[in-house]
């Protein structure tokens, strides 16, 4: 099956700073891909659609400016989270859809000292 | 917009019986994909199996097989003699159209235990 990759699986960086997490697409073109954010035995909550040429697409209540996101290539999505403090601490994971199905790579954890 | 339910957070099973968790959905839309993940400790999203809903029946993937019941909006998931591997948060996931760059939603998830 399709492979999504994320990079780095975990990360600790001091507040004030910030974080690129990658995400590709192995095997396959993604002209879009999905940033998710989870919190300890809570659901995938979408933060936004990142497209491939073009601007990603936010969902409500995400800060732009906090979470950037440059979809660089066909194969790769990176999430930049800015000025990071302790409450961006979480698991983060991208996914990619190909025929049909959403393949998702296997999530970064981000703690913010 | 669409929401998924899952109403019940936990859920526990003893080796070798069935369990059934559950999934309600709301949608306004005729054509859609519910999918059922599966993420293990290790957090990796797997999906177990998935449905159109064009399709009546039912689709089924060595053990686990849902309950599609498109009127009533519900999405059961079935786990047929249950293992120790099957432990694991469960989410229920709509995706609006056949449109592969559709996001997905997804439930609140569901914890199952399974004992020996």
């Known amino acids: 099956g399709a492979v999504v990759s994320q990079h780095p699986s975990w990360v600790i960086c001091k507040s004030g700073t910030s974080v690129k997490i990658e995400c590709r697409s192995l095997d396959f073109q993604a002209t879009t891909m999905f940033w998710y954010r989870q919190f300890p035995k809570q659901s995938l909550m979408l933060m936004a659609t990142s497209n491939e040429g073009s601007k990603a697409t936010y969902e409500q209540g995400v800060e732009k400016d906090k979470f950037l996101i440059n979809h660089a290539s066909l194969t790769l999505s990176t999430l930049t989270v800015t000025s990071a403090h302790p409450e961006d601490s979480s698991f983060y994971i991208c996914s990619a859809p190909r025929g049909g199905e959403l393949f998702f790579g296997e999530g970064s954890r981000l703690t913010v000292l | 917009a669409q929401t998924v339910t899952q109403s019940q957070p936990e859920m526990s099973v003893q080796e070798a019986e069935t369990v059934t968790l559950s999934c309600t959905y709301d949608t306004s839309e005729s054509d859609y994909y519910l999918f059922w993940y599966k993420q293990p400790p290790s957090r990796q999203m797997i999906l177990v199996i998935r449905?159109?809903?064009?399709?009546?029946q039912n689709a089924t993937e060595n053990r686990f097989s849902v309950n599609f019941q498109k009127a009533a909006k519900s999405f059961s998931l079935k786990i047929s003699d249950s293992q120790l591997g099957d432990a694991a948060m469960y989410f229920c996931a709509y995706r609006r159209s056949r449109t592969s760059g559709s996001r997905l939603t997804f439930g609140e998830g569901t914890q199952l235990t399974v004992n020996p």
């Open positions: 449905q159109e809903a064009y399709k009546q």
